[in-house]
């Protein structure tokens, strides 16, 4: 799906390229986002592998060569996180012995990169970004050991990670004036975990979403 989207994004840019738009996109811009992420992990025993995601970035814009714009911005995200449960209960002399744990992987980071915008006509955009994710991924682990619905133990793990990773996006937009606009937007985050589960080191995460923009 977001190949379609890139693709779409691309062609509709080259077509109207040549024509003008009604409104200037050089400036201070501040935009506020947000959408469903997806997970791309190799672990199964996530059972829920989807989650909300919102963030913020600030920047400036140059025009290059009208309609198109070229600028820095930097910002933070929160990816929301993915839980996996694990429930065993068993009968021994005539008692239940019970385990349960829950996982949890979250992940979070902050931008900076470089991001461009072309005006369409009728006062449509298309936006593309790309740059350097800081990551923070946690990993928290709950259990407990139960006898007869008495607990007899309980254990908590966690362990964490910080790294550098790629993120990229597209989006597609209206401005409603020279000084706010909205898109809807595919972006993708390439997290670094080092290993703290079992499953690959890089965590892609997905989110498909809308952001607002303020221009001043």
Known sequence: MEKLLLTAAAAAAF????????????????GINGGRTNYDIDNTDFHDKSDTAFGAVVGYRWAVDRPFYFGVEAGYVDLGKITSHYNQSQM????????NEKDELKGR????????????????????????AHSHTSYDVKANASFNNDS??????HDSSNDNGIY???GFGY???????VTVNYDN???????????????NVGVWGAAAEFRF
């Open 109 to 132: 980071a902050l931008l900076i990169g470089a991001n461009g915008k072309w005006e369409l006509p009728h006062h449509w955009t298309i936006t593309a970004r790309l740059g350097v």
């Open 15 to 30: 077509s109207f390229a040549s024509f003008g738009a009604h409104a200037s996109s050089e400036g201070t811009f501040i």
């Open 152 to 157: 007899v133990s309980s254990q908590k793990f």
């Open 168 to 170: 990229a996006g597209i």
């Open 175 to 181: 401005d409603f004036t020279k000084n706010f606009g």
């Open 92 to 99: 021994y002399a005539g008692s239940v012995l019970s385990y």
């Open 189 to 203: 985050y390439s997290l670094k975990a080092q290993g703290i589960t079992d499953d690959k080191r890089t965590v």
